[in-house]
């Protein structure tokens, strides 16, 4: 009963690195998205993808990307990490995009860049 | 303009207690929408859908009205275990963008 598991949960980054938040359901969700929790500005969306190679930028896509290989999996690349990129990282899951569709989350990714 | 706004708060609110949340809206096409609770330092969770009809569970009642582009939450009986942030959300994009409001604090006090 693993819903959407995301890895790592804590992650301190110098500036210029790269890294790969994971991120992983089990629910056969078509939907998959991707937000980050600042302080006041409440959940922006990153990324999102309707399925299996189809993926679409949301609010803030500056800085990430984002691949669907399949249903499963949905990764969120830092290219060159800057600390505006420091923030509380949830991913989550919707049995189908087009509203309607109650999100699943993940316990989110706390991330620092130093 | 926020596309999503509410009230921070906090709203500070002994245990019985009724509170009320608003929430508006600034795109007209707005398709769906819901309530969601977050805790501290936790992930958000569905708290409810919001229909045109208003819709009721338990002690929690949400009302949309779309003329006005206006949500609200209403909880009555206020108990200790309801202290949270409220996240009132949006659906727009034919339904595949999430807007989620920044939030609404909420402790409720024995």
């Known amino acids: 009963n693993a819903g959407v598991t995301q890895t790592p949960k804590f992650q301190v980054l110098k500036t210029g690195q790269s890294m790969t938040l994971q991120c992983a359901q089990d629910m056969n969700h078509e939907y998959m998205s991707w937000y980050r929790q600042d302080p006041g500005m409440g959940l922006r969306l990153i990324h999102y993808?309707?399925?299996?190679?189809?993926?679409d930028q949301g609010e803030v896509p500056n800085g990430y990307n984002v691949s669907r290989s399949t249903t499963e999996d949905f990764p969120l690349r830092l290219l060159s990490a800057a600390p505006s990129q420091t923030s509380v990282y949830f991913c989550?899951?919707?049995?189908?995009?087009?509203?309607?569709?109650?999100?699943?989350f993940g316990d989110g990714t706390r991330l620092s860049i130093l | 303009r926020k596309e999503v706004e509410q009230d921070p708060g906090p709203f500070n609110v002994p245990e019985g207690a009724t509170v009320a949340f608003n929430c508006t809206y600034s795109?007209?096409?707005?398709?769906?929408f819901f309530w969601y609770r977050q805790d501290c330092r936790k992930e958000p969770k569905l708290l409810m859908s919001?229909?045109?009809s208003g819709n009721e569970d338990g002690r929690f009642t949400a009302q949309l009205n779309r003329a006005s582009q206006y949500i609200s939450l209403l909880i009555r009986d206020s108990k200790l275990s309801d202290s949270a942030t409220y996240l009132c959300?949006?659906?727009?994009?034919?339904?595949?963008?999430?807007?989620f409001g920044a939030g609404t604090r909420l402790f409720v006090k024995a």
């Open positions: 919001v229909y045109s």
């Open positions: 959300v949006v659906n727009v994009g034919g339904g595949f963008k999430t807007i």
């Open positions: 795109n007209s096409a707005s398709q769906s």
């Open positions: 993808s309707v399925g299996a190679g189809i993926t």
């Open positions: 989550a899951s919707s049995l189908k995009g087009g509203g309607g569709q109650p999100q699943h």
